[in-house]
């Protein structure tokens, strides 16, 4: 009896209740199947549009979509017109990249626009981040995705001035992009066809010499990590195909498309523990979470957490883009559907994480901060409030201890004790938030560790988890 037991036991592993055992069972099935991903063939990156209110980042995106077959000419003709009947003639690109209502009638983009299109070696998905002020946490949702940044610079005269002086949209969405993981910066400088501009060598020299510190004093290394490229979003010059020698005689670099089909971009670990943000949820047929794979592979079947409940839940399906797959790795975008929890138990900023290694869950953690710019007369010292974004987490937070200064220039730690920071200033503190979230040290995961600070709107520090309690409850 014992025996047939056993045998009936070894027969049907994966539906005994799952240990870790039985997540290896699954594993090895799903290495067995040949993988969707891979017979594709293409690496799949996430680029997020990001610049000024005006730059033409929306207009890029349709131009590109249209440019690469994702939209036909019937549908561009009937934004043309919808365009033309709002008086708003320039814009019927952008229509492509904004959807709803409240964005066309503000020529502005609000939610993070989605779309995918492909190059000869890259399937890319298009976060269209919004570019207004008061959007920048739309921004911020969008850049935590991103693998690559393409900057939208305005050439227009004045435009560019605008974005780039203390108040607009340039500086601080560069800021925000380096800190919130884009490695690799695309410096598309738009409207060159304007006739301020007509292609100006001079006009785009500027730009480039204008840019160039500032992006260094962000943390971008200019020659490794940064392509300028002039181009026409609206007329799709240089996007595709080279600009032509007629229009724009001294170029003679790569166009957009070559640009990012080159771009290197760091490799994820499709054999780490499982770790994907969720960024929404919605119900259909079970509870469907959404979310950027950062580290690890998902495979139908598995049973895996999500933290910081620690709820466990089985995966029903996995869907990339809109295709059901078997499994998917690193850097996708999925919704994935799960048993064993429902949707009003999950909330943004929540992470599915594998049973054997989760993520870590505090309530605080010591980080290494840079601090941009605060608001007027504040002083940055212990006891500062705060919103805390880090991946998809957004939560009020607390500057407990500053507990060391370091030096800008030689990297090391100052000896004086230190009370309170100004602006620039490089500090090391304990930040305290009032509910669980899931974080990881930087050095183990660059994706999970790394944060904003912002007060009223505006972002005041970046910064990255350099130490968790010990007692982190993983």
Not at 89 to 95: D, T
Not at 334 to 353: A, N, P, Q, T, Y
Not at 393 to 410: A, Y
Not at 423 to 434: D, E, F, K, L, P
Request: charge should be neutral.
């Amino acid at each position: 009896m014992g025996m047939t037991d056993e045998v009936d036991t070894k027969s049907q592993p994966v539906q005994a209740e799952p240990k870790v055992k039985d997540k290896e069972v699954a594993d090895m099935d799903c290495a067995e199947v040949p993988d969707e991903m891979e017979s594709q063939k293409k690496r799949h990156l996430n680029v997020v549009f990001i610049g000024h209110v005006d730059a033409g980042k929306s207009t890029t995106g349709g131009q590109i979509l249209f440019l690469s077959g994702q939209v036909d000419d019937r549908t561009i003709q009937k934004y043309e017109k919808e365009a033309k009947d709002k008086s708003r003639e320039s814009w019927y690109m952008a229509y492509i990249m904004d959807t709803n209502e409240e964005e066309r009638v503000k020529g502005k983009t609000v939610e993070v626009g989605r779309a995918q299109f492909e190059t000869e070696t890259t399937r890319f998905t298009i976060l269209d981040a919004p570019g207004h002020k008061s959007y920048v946490p739309n921004m911020i949702s969008g850049a935590s995705q991103a693998d690559i940044g393409v900057l939208v610079i305005s050439a227009r005269k004045g435009e560019f001035e605008t974005g780039y002086e203390r108040g607009g949209q340039t500086r601080e969405h560069v800021q925000l992009a380096k800190t919130l993981g884009v490695s690799k910066l695309l410096v598309v400088v738009n409207k060159m066809d304007d006739h301020t501009v007509n292609w100006s060598k001079e006009r785009y020299d500027e730009i480039e010499s204008k840019m160039v510190p500032f992006l260094r004093s962000s943390g971008y290394n200019v020659k490794k990590d940064v392509q300028f490229l002039p181009i026409s979003g609206l007329v799709g010059t240089n996007m595709k195909t080279r600009v032509d020698k007629n229009i724009c005689p001294w170029w003679n670099g790569p166009c957009l498309f070559e640009a990012l089909d080159s771009v290197e971009v760091p490799v994820r670990d499709p054999k780490g523990p499982y770790r994907m943000p969720i960024i929404d949820k919605f119900k259909d047929m079970g509870t469907v979470v959404m979310g950027k794979v950062e580290s690890g592979s998902i495979c139908e079947g598995d049973s895996l957490l999500v933290m910081p409940n620690k709820a466990p839940v089985k995966v029903l399906a996995v869907y990339c883009d809109e295709d059901k797959v078997r499994r998917a790795g690193p850097g996708e975008n999925l919704r994935v559907r799960l048993s064993g929890i429902e949707e009003e138990d999950i909330s943004s900023g929540f992470v599915l994480s594998s049973v054997v290694k989760p993520i870590p869950t505090v309530t605080e953690f010591t980080a290494q901060l840079q601090i941009l710019e605060l608001l007027e007369n504040a002083i940055f010292t212990a006891g500062y409030k705060a919103v805390l974004h880090i991946h998809s987490v957004v939560e009020e937070c607390e500057i407990v201890e500053l507990l060391q200064q370091i030096d800008p220039k030689t990297k090391k730690p100052m000896k004086k004790k230190v009370l309170f920071v100004k602006n620039g200033a490089v500090v090391v503190c304990r930040i305290q938030v009032n509910s669980l979230i899931c974080v990881e040290k930087f050095s183990d995961f660059p994706q999970l560790g790394r944060f904003t600070l912002r007060t009223e709107g505006k972002t005041i520090a970046v910064g990255k988890v350099t130490d968790l309690p010990s007692r982190s409850s993983a």
